[in-house]
């Protein structure tokens, strides 16, 4: 009889990448080449760069949607792939560039499915600054979204998956282009999340074009070509990118907009 498979504990953050490249199926053109980081337990990364440098393609392997080709992500020194899905959906909120929600309520959709008290659900939306919001749809928590959220406009849908990604207070919060579809008001609402799930100690890897939201990171990665071009805390790199040496590629790519 085989024995049961040993529960690892809750995760408390640390993120590393150790080597990793990673090229699509059927292709022999890496998009990301030898990429290794560390980021520390309560760190918030902002990862920036031109279109086309693999910012999207990063996440997506860091959050385990995408298996690399060499090297290892690893969540508090396991594998990321060992974790069983399950267990590992606990401890990881993520907020894709292209926002999926599915043909339920709002309620549904925040909470993932999961039997939950409601209040857990309130507290994802208030968190992600949207729970006034939901209060004035027509059935409030219970409002249908219809398939792909089509009955909410793409501000709302953002802050809706950015309720369901800090939903059940995750040790690891990763946000594709939060902001891609929020106005002034939304912005906002999506730094002061950004900051609560700083001082609850959670681990926050956000891919931005804006300044206001790469305003709060600890550290910037800067990514060209599938390559780290630049790590290190914010005001370094940012300093490093306005120097009148910096050559083209990288001093535009503060502005790049996400792309693979």
């Known amino acids: 009889m085989r ?7 809750r995760p408390v953050g640390h993120v590393s990448v150790e080597g990793l490249t ?47 080709n060499a090297g290892t992500v690893r969540l508090d020194g396991a594998d990321i ?6 267990e590992l959906g606990q401890y990881i909120g993520y907020l894709p560039q292209d926002v999926e929600l599915f043909a339920d309520s709002v ?22 600054g949207v729970h ?15 398939e792909g ?17 800090v939903f059940g207070n995750p040790s690891l919060v990763v946000l594709d282009e939060p902001s891609s579809n929020l106005d002034a008001e939304g912005e906002a609402a999506l730094s002061e999340c950004i900051l609560k799930l700083k001082q609850n100690k959670v681990t926050v890897i956000l891919v931005s074009h804006r300044p206001s939201t790469v ?15 630049a790590y290190g805390p914010r005001a370094e790199i940012l300093a490093r990118l306005s120097a009148p040496r910096s050559v083209p590629a990288v001093a535009s790519a503060a502005a790049g907009r996400s792309g693979a």
Do not use: C
């Not at 959220?149 to 953002?158: D, E």
């Open 3 to 9: 024995a049961a498979r040993l529960e690892l504990p």
């Open 132 to 146: 006034d919001m939901v209060l004035r749809l027509a059935d409030g928590y219970e409002t249908q979204v219809g």
């Open 149 to 165: 959220g089509m009955t909410l406009s793409g501000g709302y849908r953002q802050r809706i998956g950015l309720a369901r990604a």
């Open 81 to 86: 792939g060992t974790w069983p899905r399950a």
């Open 215 to 229: 305003a709060v990171v600890d550290k910037i990665l800067l990514l060209i070509d599938g390559v780290v071009e």
């Open 22 to 68: 990673y090229a699509p199926p059927r292709s022999n053109k890496p998009i990301l080449k030898s990429v290794s980081i560390r980021i520390e337990p309560g760190e918030v990364i902002g990862i920036i760069g031109p279109s086309g440098a693999g910012k999207s393609t990063l996440v997506r392997n860091i959050v385990g949607v995408l298996r690399p």
């Open 107 to 128: 309620h549904a959709n925040i909470s993932r499915f999961q039997l939950t008290r409601g209040e857990n659900v309130v507290r994802a939306a208030q968190m992600a």
